[in-house]
T-cell receptor, first 115, second 111 residues
Framework: AQKITQTQPGMFVQEKEAVTLDCTYD???????LFWYKQPSSGEMIFLIY??????QNATEGRYSLNFQKARKSANLVISASQLGDSAMYFC????????????FGSGTKLNVKP | SQTIHQWPATLVQPVGSPLSLECTVE??????LYWYRQAAGRGLQLLFY??????ISSEVPQNLSASRPQDRQFILSSKKLLLSDSGFYLC??????????FGPGTRLTVT
């Protein structure tokens, strides 16, 4: 089974609006971390936000927030007030404590912000 | 602060030729190091990771190999490239319980 599933290959959002990128994960390890990365057309992977499995509150970093629903095993990324520079690929990833050397990545979502 | 370097940035190599991609990390010690490959428009495929000098774990059997001759140096190699080796190669580092940080990547085209 896939560890990380991103079901939206592509998304469009109007500039200044909010957008949610979906991510579901699969693990039996009670201790894990969830990450979101942004990959612009230049190719570099940029770390955005982290959520630990025991964190009580949703993580936030500026305009990025992670909607963590543990029972549903979902970790959606919410980008508020979209900007043209947000156009990029976005990847969800997970790391389990029992094998913390490995990171599992989803297939990504291509976000296009329209002016 | 920590930085990660990769070179070369782009590479065009004929089938059957050797390959050597280098990755170095500055500003941290004893990091975990990773090599990923990304095909065009796809996600990341973990190729190798290393938790210390000389310690390499291979995730995908293929004609690539990795070495870690120094604490902050990670090298990806091949003796004979295949067309299917084309892609975007990313090196990354992490400490034990935190996120990964990626290098700028190497775009490899095998012709």
């Amino acid at each position: 089974a896939q560890k990380i599933t991103q079901t939206q290959p592509g998304m469009f959002v109007q500039e200044k609006e909010a957008v949610t990128l979906d991510c579901t994960y699969d693990t039996s390890d009670p201790s894990y971390g969830l990450f979101w990365y942004k990959q612009p057309s230049s190719g570099e992977m940029i770390f955005l936000i982290y959520q630990g499995s025991y964190d009580q509150q949703n993580a936030t970093e500026g305009r990025y927030s992670l909607n963590f629903q543990k029972a549903r095993k979902s970790a959606n990324l919410v980008i508020s007030a979209s900007q043209l520079g947000d156009s990029a690929m976005y990847f969800c990833a997970m790391r389990e404590l029992r094998d913390f050397n490995k990171f599992y990545f989803g297939s990504g979502t291509k976000l296009n912000v329209k002016p | 602060s920590q930085t990660i370097h990769q070179w070369p940035a782009t590479l065009v190599q004929p089938v059957g030729s050797p390959l050597s991609l280098e990755c170095t990390v500055e500003g941290t010690s004893n990091p975990n190091l990773y090599w990923y490959r990304q095909a065009a428009g796809r996600g990341l495929q973990l190729l190798f990771y290393s938790v210390g000098i000389g310690q390499i774990s291979s995730e995908v059997p293929q004609n690539l190999s990795a070495s870690r001759p120094q604490d902050r140096q990670f090298i990806l190699s091949s003796k004979k490239l295949l067309l299917s080796d084309s892609g975007f190669y990313l090196c990354a580092w992490s400490k034990q319980t935190y996120e990964q940080y990626f290098g700028p990547g190497t775009r490899l085209t095998v012709t």
